[in-house]
């Protein structure tokens, strides 16, 4: 008699409870993507711990091949499938494209010290959005490329994209870095590239470090931050500022 009366009872209590925790979920998913760096951050760190155990029982690492032409901030992506897999990840991170994401995750200094990265595929597909923008334009305007005004603060072969001459207004990209507008820069066969110049500048003056002849400055950005300047150019301070150099 006592679980009959008190079946219905319980029933009714679940009902809310059971609301509660629906809408719990719902609002910490809000706010994961309200704050993105935390997912980044929670992404990062798993799989790092991930690799290092992996490489540790394996002694080699959890990648997916690339190919030789492969740029170095595209390459050594980590098989996140893999570490699933043999137990090494509970679970896929949200954030990773993998799992309907917006990044892939890559290992860096792969020889030395293997380092989790991530590279921003929205940053991929401007790039190749505008690249796409740049050959139509070029077919239509007999080979012309859609550049700036030189200035002269450009290395021979390299120019600055044009957005609005070949109808770009939507492809503004912001950095991953600082959140600023960034350029896009081009060189003579139609190759698009981010213009990283300010992100660089901003990280020598915080730093205070005066960078090497012939040092590919690139690489401070990956030192101090999660993410790889993907779609770029080497870079070497010259003139007291970040100057690209041609592949």
């Known amino acids: 008699m006592h679980r009959n009366h008190f079946a219905p ?5 679940l009902v809310p409870m059971a609301l ?5 979920g719902c609002l910490y998913r809000e706010a994961v993507s309200e704050n993105p760096s935390d997912a980044y951050r929670e992404g990062v760190n798993r799989i790092q711990l991930a690799v290092d155990q992996y490489q540790s029982d394996h002694e080699l690492l959890p990648l997916i091949t690339p190919s030789e032409d492969t740029p170095k901030y595209e390459k050594f992506r980590v098989d996140l499938a893999l570490l699933q897999k043999q137990g090494y990840l ?4 949200g954030a990773a494209f993998e799992n309907g994401g917006s990044v892939y995750f890559l290992i860096q200094n792969e020889e030395l010290d ?13 790039v ?4 796409r923008l740049a050959a139509k334009y070029r077919e239509q305007q007999g080979g012309a490329l859609p550049v700036q005004k030189e200035d002269g603060e450009l290395p021979e072969g390299i120019h600055r994209v044009d957005l609005k001459a070949m109808g770009g207004k939507n492809y503004v990209l912001k950095s991953v870095y600082s959140g600023q507008e960034l350029n896009y820069l081009i060189n003579d066969e139609g190759k698009v590239y ?19 002849d012939n040092y590919d400055i690139r690489e401070m950005l990956t030192e101090q931050s999660y993410f790889v300047p993907v779609k770029s150019l080497p870079y ?4 007291n500022r970040p100057i690209p150099q041609p592949e």
């Open 194 to 212: 981010v213009d990283y110049a300010p992100d660089l500048m901003q990280i020598v003056e915080r730093t205070g470090v005066t960078p090497s």
């Open 128 to 131: 190749n959005d505008v690249e």
């Open 236 to 239: 070497f301070w010259e003139e």
């Open 9 to 13: 009872l319980a029933r009714i209590m």
């Open 20 to 24: 509660a925790i629906l809408l719990s």
């Open 90 to 93: 509970e679970s896929i991170p």
């Open 114 to 126: 293997p380092v989790i990265k991530i590279m921003d595929l929205t940053t991929v597909q401007y």
